[in-house]
C-alpha cells in the first residue's frame, strides 16, 4: 500500500541553535492510527507544524499523498486537518458558524447536511447556535475537531485530543477517533495518556529530544520489549539464593525474605520461566506464601526507551 505521508531527514533548528527535529524519517500508511509519545519539548507538535506548513523545516523533505509539501503543498494541505492542541478559534462565533467558515477556507462550497452529520457524529448539534465560549472545555475541543474534519480530509492530526478533559469526555473522544477510522481517515495523535497509544493505536512511535527512538507496531513493540516481573513471597528468609534457582534471572529483596524475577520477553517467555522457577523452589525445598505477577505496559516500554535515550545523550 502507498505511504499517505513520508518524512526523510526532517530537522528544525530554531534560533539560539534548539534543535527540535533532528533527522526524523517517518513513513504513514493510509488508513492506520499512528500514536506519537513522547515527553514535553520533544518535538511532537514541531513535527506536526512541519506537516501542515505552520512551521517551516530547516531540513528533509516531506511528501504527502505523493506531493512534495515545499514545492506542491496547496494539492497535499487541502487534504489535511489538524486539531492544535491549543483551544485557538473565534470564542464569540456560533458553533454551526464556526464550523461551516472552516469548510469554506478550503475553497468547499457550503453543504449544510454536511455540517450537520459532523455536529451530530461530535453531539454537538444541540450546541449548534451556541457561542463557543459558552461551551465546557471538552465542547470546545469537540468544536476543534468539528473544524478539522470540516473539509473532509484524508490525514488528520490530533495534538493532545484528549488534554484538560475528564475520563468521561475522554473515552467519547477515543470513541470519535474510531470511528473516523472507521471512515477511512488516517490519523496521527500525539498524546500524554499512553493508555489511549495502547487502546487505540496501530502503530507507535517515540520521540525524545528531536529524535525519533523507535516505531513499530503496537503489537510488535510490546512482544519486543515487554517483560515479565513476578515478586514471590518466602516463608522463611533465604540468605544466598540456592543453585536451583540461581540461574534463573532473579534476585533476593526485603533482606531474603522475597525473591524478584525480571525476565522474559513479552512473547510468554516470562510466565513460562516463572512457572518452572516456582516447580524448582518446591523441588529445593524452599516453600513460598505469595506470588505477585505483572507484564510490562506500553507505559514501562516508553519510560524505559526515554531513559536510555538521556543516556545516550
Known amino acids: 500500500m502507498d505511504p499517505i505521508l513520508e518524512l526523510s531527514g526532517l530537522s528544525k533548528v530554531y534560533p539560539g541553535g534548539l534543535k527540535a527535529l533532528d533527522d526524523v524519517d517517518l513513513t504513514i500508511r493510509k488508513g492506520e492510527i499512528f500514536a506519537l509519545l513522547g515527553p514535553n519539548g520533544a518535538g511532537k507538535t514541531t513535527l506536526i507544524g512541519a506537516v501542515c506548513g505552520i512551521v517551516r523545516p530547516t531540513s528533509g523533505t516531506i511528501r504527502a499523498f505523493g506531493h512534495d509539501m515545499a514545492s506542491d503543498w496547496r494539492q497535499a494541505r487541502s ?78 492530526f490530533l495534538d493532545e485530543p484528549t488534554a484538560g478533559v475528564d475520563v468521561e469526555l475522554r473515552k467519547g473522544m477515543w470513541a470519535i477517533i474510531d470511528e473516523m477510522r472507521g471512515r477511512g481517515v488516517t490519523i496521527i495523535l500525539t498524546t500524554h495518556y499512553i493508555e489511549e497509544a495502547e487502546m487505540m493505536a496501530d502503530r507507535v512511535g517515540i520521540i525524545n529530544r528531536g ?103
Request: glycine share 10%; proline share 5%.
Open 79 to 156: 487534504r489535511i486537518g489538524l486539531v492544535p492542541q491549543e483551544l485557538a478559534t473565534d470564542m464569540f462565533e456560533p458553533v454551526r458558524r464556526a464550523v461551516s467558515y472552516s469548510r469554506g477556507l478550503f475553497g468547499l462550497a457550503p453543504d449544510p447536511a454536511r455540517i450537520e452529520e459532523i455536529l451530530r457524529s461530535l453531539s454537538l448539534w444541540d450546541k449548534r447556535d451556541e457561542r463557543i465560549m459558552a461551551l465546557s472545555g471538552g465542547m470546545k475541543r469537540r468544536v476543534l475537531i468539528a473544524k478539522a474534519l470540516a473539509h473532509e480530509p484524508d490525514l488528520l
Open 211 to 313: 529524535k525519533l527512538l523507535m516505531v513499530d507496531e503496537k503489537d510488535a513493540m510490546m512482544a519486543r520489549l515487554g517483560r515479565t516481573e513476578a515478586h514471590i513471597t518466602l516463608a522463611k528468609p533465604l540468605a544466598s539464593l540456592p543453585p536451583e534457582i540461581a540461574h534463573f534471572p532473579v534476585e533476593l529483596e526485603a533482606g531474603g525474605t522475597s525473591l524478584c524475577y525480571r525476565g522474559g520477553d513479552g512473547t510468554g517467555k516470562g510466565k513460562a520461566e516463572v512457572a518452572a522457577l516456582t516447580k524448582a523452589l518446591i523441588v529445593s525445598g524452599i516453600d513460598y506464601t505469595g506470588i505477585d505477577t505483572r507484564e510490562s505496559s506500553l507505559e514501562d516500554i516508553f519510560v524505559s526507551l526515554l531513559g536510555e535515550g538521556e543516556g545516550a545523550a
